[in-house]
Every structure is written in C-alpha cells, then in structure tokens.
C-alpha cells in the first residue's frame, strides 16, 4: 500500500476515497465472491480516475490487502489474542474459524487452492505470527530473537495451511467445528514450542508479594509450555 494508516487519520478525504475503492472491491467480488477485478471496474464502481487508485494503491491485491486488514480488526482485535483476555464463548481463533465458516468465499483469495492476492495472503499470515507472539510472549513480533521469531513464523504458515484446508479442501470432515479445529491447531502449536526462549523476561507477582519476579515464557505461566488445547484465547 502506498499511503500509511496515520494519513489517513490526519485527512478525511484520503480516508474516504480508500473506503470507496474498497466498497468498490467488495461489492464488484459479492456475491458469488469473483475477485478477478481489474483496476478499471474498481474505478468505474468507485468514482474515481484510474490516476487517483495508483495515488493510494499499488494494486487490487493492495486493496484486498486493507480490505482484510479492516475486518480482522473488526473481527478480533490484537488484545483479545492476549492470554487471559478473550471474546464470547471460546476465544479468538475460535472466532476466525467461524468467520472462515460462516463466510469462506471472502478469504478464498488467500486461503483457497487457487490463490489470487499474494500479498493478502503475506500480510495475513504476517498478522496471525504478531497474534502468537502477543499471546504466548506479551511482546511484538519484531521484538523477538531471530531464532524464536522464525518459529512464530513457521507456526503462523501452518496455520494459515490449516486453515485454508479446513475451509476449501474436498478431503475434508465438514463436521469438523470451529471449537474442534482450533484444538487440533493447539495441540500442534504446543507440539512445536516447547523450547521456544523469548528475548525479554515476562514479569510476573510471587506469591509472598515481596514484589515482581522474572519467569520464562516458555516455562512459566503464559507461556508456550503450557499453552495446552486452549492455548490461544
């Protein structure tokens, strides 16, 4: 994308003419979820020249790209990814995989056997990394060591795998439910972690109150080691 979210912020009219050309996509890819839409059809749909897209996009995928970022925001924000934080009923991935089900053809760009938004697809899994890492370290994900960072990363991609093969493949169980997905998916996250070494100490309370104490993530409360069936809430 070419324009920062804080330009946006700082004037309505950049604001407003990203939405249109995300309307735009939206409405042009509903109902029957085409996303083959051509910079041309954005800009009829949208009202607006072909010179002003290229001035807030590079491309469609761009567009899906914030289209996406939009409704994740909206779906689950990052803090409800956090350990012993939540959302209704059975946490945030549980949320996403019912999103997923309730609505695939909106992800099929990126999750589907045919993709069509690289970048979408970069971006999400870039996004479901950053949710791990706030879960089981509390920090960013660019924070962490090189080592750890790689495997956040690596979990991420198997995610985003399962994911789209829950949701579109032919071999699959429909009667898998969201809640049962995301223990599987748990149970593979802990399976991978457990030696997972976060860059800076959690801190966390001793029981005698004689102040904070330092434990690690990875084999302390909130961390990886105990992450458990349940692990991202």
Wanted: contains cysteine.
């Amino acid at each position: 994308m070419t324009s920062e979210c804080g330009a946006e912020a700082a004037d309505p009219r950049i604001a407003q003419t990203r939405r249109a050309f995300k309307t735009a996509l939206y409405d042009a890819a509903a109902p029957e979820w085409n996303w083959k839409v051509s910079v041309s059809e954005l800009c009829k749909r949208a009202g607006v020249s072909r010179p002003t897209f290229y001035q807030h996009f590079a491309a469609v995928d761009d567009v899906y790209t914030e289209l996406l970022r939009d409704r994740l925001v909206n779906l689950v924000s990052p803090a409800v990814w956090r350990r012993g934080a939540g959302v209704p009923r059975s946490g945030a991935l549980v949320a996403l995989f019912e999103d997923l089900r309730a609505e695939p053809g909106f992800y099929e760009p990126i999750l589907g056997e045919t993709e069509v938004f690289g970048n979408a697809r970069r971006s999400f899994i870039r996004w479901v990394a950053g949710r791990l890492s706030e879960t089981y370290f509390g920090a960013p994900y660019e924070t962490l060591a090189a080592e750890p960072r790689q495997r956040v990363m690596f979990i991420a991609g198997g995610a985003v795998v399962t994911m789209g093969y829950w949701v579109y493949s032919s071999e699959r169980d429909p009667s898998v439910t969201p809640v049962e997905i995301s223990a599987y998916f748990n149970s593979y996250v802990s399976a991978l972690s457990t030696d997972f070494v976060p860059t800076t100490p959690v801190e966390t309370r001793s029981d005698s109150e004689d102040g904070p104490r330092t434990e690690s993530p990875g084999t302390g409360s909130g961390g990886l080691a105990e992450a458990g069936p349940i692990g991202l809430r």
